[in-house]
Each structure stands twice: as structure tokens, then as C-alpha cells.
């Protein structure tokens, strides 16, 4: 399996609302990544996990909450966000930087969530 | 920081040839190249992790000058195929697994 795999793909949701996003790998990768894209730019990198635990924090604000609940899941809960929010989320994993140098330390890439808020 | 990445758009006829262009101030780990076309995901073309080091992949390939922190991106006898936005994304030693892209480049490769 070389895929990640995210749902949903696409997401409406209000400014009041409490939503999930979901993302799934088993490639054995232990760093996993949550990036925001909007349209015509780059992705921007908002958090990393590594070996299931947070170790870097963009300072994206907290309406974003991310958790990692094993080594192949990870969720960004949303709550309260705004209109200017609304953005594709991808979700990508990779190998641990500390791996011998034999392995591919590429990342690979969700299809995305397209979230907008209304 | 972010890398800086030139030219910003590229328009090829079918087999002509293209070099894209990313510089770094800081000090690298590695250098990725990713595309993307419009409405995917980014997608891995290759990574650069040592100075002079050249990775190839068909007929794309690249090269890393560690001493400027700059990476180029060689597109040789382009297919319609190749378009879309290419990125590069940069690791500076020392900060852990942490991607930063580059603004990107847009191709468009014509028949």
C-alpha cells in the first residue's frame, strides 16, 4: 500500500460547527504532516507528528486540534473556524529523517479535503 | 523560510527543454521536487540529500549545489504530461522533519 488515503474529500460546514478530517497510512511511515493550500500557492505546513507525537506547531491557531491516535491515523478536529479558513487540507506522511539513507525520505501525499466554510 | 523558486510560469512547445530554479538562505538537508496539476495531490518526483548529487527520474532530473543551496530541476524533451505546478521543498539541517515549499512553477507544455 503506497497511498494516503483522507476523507472526506470534500467538506461544507458553518462557523459553528465541529468537524473532523481524517487521514490514513500504511506505509510504516512514522512522521506524518498536516498542510493547508489555498488556491494558486504553495501547501503551507501548519503541524508535524513524529513517532505520535506533536513536535512542531506552525502557530496555527487553535481552532485547528490535531491528534494522532496510532502510527497509521491521524485527524485535525476543527471547530469555530472562519471563512477564511476554507482551503484544501492534504494530510502526507514520510520516513523519519533518522532512517539509514537507503530509504526514501519523499513524502506522499492525500488527495486533500476541500473544506469551505460558509 | 521559505525557498525561492524561478520562473514563476513557463510555456513549452512539446519537446523543448526547461530548467526550473530554487535557492535556499539557510543551510539545507535536502531538496524535493514535487508536481502537482490542478485539482491533485503533490506528487514526489525526486530528493536531493548531498551536495553535486544528481537524481534522475525518465527525463526529468535534478541537481543540488550545496555550497549555494540551490537546486535546479531539468526538464528534457518535455511531454504534455509535464504540465502542471512544480514545486520544490526544502529541509534545513538541524530542524527536523519540516518541508517548506517553494511558490512554484507553472508549466504548460503545448502540443
Known amino acids: 500500500d503506497t497511498e494516503v488515503t483522507q476523507t472526506p474529500k470534500h467538506l461544507v460546514m458553518g462557523m459553528t460547527n465541529k468537524k473532523s478530517l481524517k487521514c490514513e497510512q500504511h506505509?510504516?511511515?512514522?512522521?506524518m504532516y498536516w498542510y493547508k493550500q489555498k488556491a494558486k500557492k504553495p501547501p503551507e505546513l501548519m503541524f508535524v507528528?513524529?513517532?505520535?507525537?506533536?513536535?512542531i506547531n506552525e502557530s496555527v491557531p487553535s481552532r485547528f486540534s490535531p491528534e494522532c491516535p496510532n502510527s497509521s491515523l491521524l485527524n485535525l478536529h476543527l471547530h469555530a473556524l472562519q471563512p477564511e479558513d476554507s482551503a484544501l487540507y492534504l494530510c502526507?506522511?514520510?520516513?523519519?529523517?533518522?532512517?539509514?539513507?537507503?530509504?526514501?525520505?519523499?513524502?506522499?501525499f492525500g488527495s486533500g479535503t476541500r473544506l469551505t466554510v460558509v | 523560510q521559505q525557498p525561492v523558486q524561478s520562473p514563476q510560469a513557463v510555456i513549452l512547445r512539446e519537446g523543448e527543454d526547461a530548467v526550473i530554479n530554487c535557492s535556499s538562505s539557510?543551510?539545507?538537508?535536502?531538496v524535493h521536487w514535487y508536481r502537482q496539476k490542478h485539482g491533485e495531490a503533490p506528487v514526489f518526483l525526486m530528493i536531493?540529500?548531498?551536495?553535486?548529487e544528481q537524481k534522475g527520474h525518465e527525463k526529468i532530473s535534478a541537481s543540488f549545489n550545496e555550497k549555494k543551496q540551490q537546486s535546479s530541476l531539468y526538464l528534457t524533451a518535455s511531454q504534455l504530461s509535464y504540465s502542471g505546478t512544480y514545486f520544490c521543498?526544502?529541509?534545513?539541517?538541524?530542524?527536523?522533519?519540516?518541508?517548506?515549499f517553494g511558490g512554484g512553477t507553472r508549466l504548460m507544455v503545448k502540443p
Open positions: 536531493l540529500l548531498k551536495g553535486g
Open positions: 502526507a506522511s514520510s520516513q523519519e529523517r533518522n532512517r539509514p539513507r537507503k530509504f526514501n525520505y519523499g513524502y506522499t
Open positions: 539557510k543551510a539545507l538537508y535536502s
Open positions: 506505509m510504516g511511515h512514522r512522521a
Open positions: 521543498g526544502t529541509e534545513i539541517i538541524n530542524a527536523g522533519n519540516m518541508l517548506t
Open positions: 507528528y513524529s513517532y505520535e507525537k506533536l513536535s
